[in-house]
């Protein structure tokens, strides 16, 4: 690899203090991190040290400008105490793609493989193996250059940090068909998992749990009228026995999950189509019986039914079904991810 990495383990593992069984989203982090610095130019030599605090010059362009960005992925343990990713490279890749957009240096993928696959290697320990919990990655690069110029810095950093987390969601989840606000625009910088776009969410999101919702089905910026996004996962809506969901455009994340999806359900049978969705169709499809079934898909959600909508002061449940494809193309999807499957598709990465 290009660079070296200097381990610095810590003396004192905290990992006696956590509670397995009972692991909260995010919450709870493991002992070390990786970090990587962009200087003069190139990238310079990584750590991998205990998980603590970082000091920033308070000018940095983090701060000022927000240029941020960041990856979500998961780490699982088989039978066998194999670790393995999912699909790693193709999170590298959108890094990459989201670096170029907010002027971030990319990072060469052999340093970015190496340093997630040796603090794997040295938090093991960390990944959980209780069904429905996974090790949750957080790679994250941002402007830790100083300066109040508005134009990109000229120092940047590369933080893998992890944590041992169960399930994002903790109970149903009721969404809200959002009709005036939208959380990326032509030309901006949807596609992109910058840090700002999830900031810009915030707000619209807080005014639909104020509602009683706990996501925002997220709609074209231009005429509200096509839905595009759940918070932060794809969307997924079943009609009548089709499978649909939207495009990919600047608007929208090229999810992984996403993708996975459209591969199993075309390889099990069921019928897809990758088209614009109106919110007048699934309200139609919702009133007559049509509408089986709504999901978000993502990393962190996997896939997540989604219970019922509302739309202009009006609330539409969906119906319980037997055997729902978000239940058939979740287990595909995680029995692949732990080794409990087949990978006909070469998406495992053993650790
Ligand atoms: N859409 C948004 C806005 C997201 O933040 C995410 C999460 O990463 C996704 C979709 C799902 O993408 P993936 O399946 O790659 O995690
Ligand atoms: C993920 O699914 O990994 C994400 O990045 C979504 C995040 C906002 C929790």
């Given at each position: 690899m290009a660079i070296k990495i200097d381990i610095q383990k810590t003396q004192k593992s905290r990992i006696d203090s956590v509670d397995f069984d009972n692991l909260p989203f995010g919450h709870v982090f493991s002992d070390h991190m990786f970090e990587c610095e962009f200087k003069d130019g190139k990238w310079q030599s990584a750590v991998i040290k205990e998980y603590a605090p970082i000091s920033l010059s308070p000018a940095a362009k983090i701060f000022h400008y927000g240029q941020s960005i960041f990856e979500g992925m998961k780490a699982y343990k088989d039978a066998d105490g194999k670790t393995m990713l999912f699909r790693p490279l193709d999170n590298c890749k959108r890094l990459n793609k989201s670096a170029e957009r907010l002027v971030i240096p990319e990072i060469p993928e052999d340093i970015f493989m190496e340093g997630l696959k040796t603090l794997l290697e040295i938090?093991?320990?960390?990944?959980?193996?209780?069904?429905?919990?996974s090790l949750y990655i957080r790679p994250f690069m941002f402007a830790s250059g100083e300066g109040f110029h508005a134009s990109p810095a000229d120092e940047y950093k590369l933080i893998i940090c992890t944590a041992p987390s169960g399930a994002y969601f903790a109970g149903e989840v009721k969404v809200l068909i959002e009709e005036k606000y939208a959380r990326a625009a032509n030309g901006g910088v949807g596609f992109a998992k910058a840090g700002g776009n999830y900031a810009a969410q915030f707000y619209p999101t807080q005014l639909a749990i104020d509602k009683g919702y706990q996501q925002v089905i997220w709609t074209d910026d231009n005429t509200h009228q096509f839905i595009e996004e759940a918070g932060a996962m794809n969307i997924f809506v079943r009609i009548n026995d089709t499978l649909i969901t939207s495009p990919t455009s600047d608007r929208i994340l090229d999810g992984i999950t996403r993708k996975s999806i459209l591969q199993i359900a075309a390889d099990t049978g069921i019928e897809t189509e990758v088209r614009k969705i109106s919110v007048g169709e699934v309200v139609e499809a919702a009133k007559t019986g049509k509408l089986k079934e709504m999901f978000g898909a993502g990393t962190a959600a996997v896939i997540s039914p989604i219970a019922g909508f509302g739309f202009k002061d009006e609330d539409f449940d969906l119906p319980e079904l037997e055997n729902p494809f978000a239940s058939q193309l979740k287990k595909r999807i995680t029995d692949i991810q732990t080794n409990k499957a087949e990978d006909p598709y070469g998406w495992r990465v053993f650790v």
């Open positions: 938090d093991s320990d960390w990944i959980p193996t209780k069904e429905g919990s």
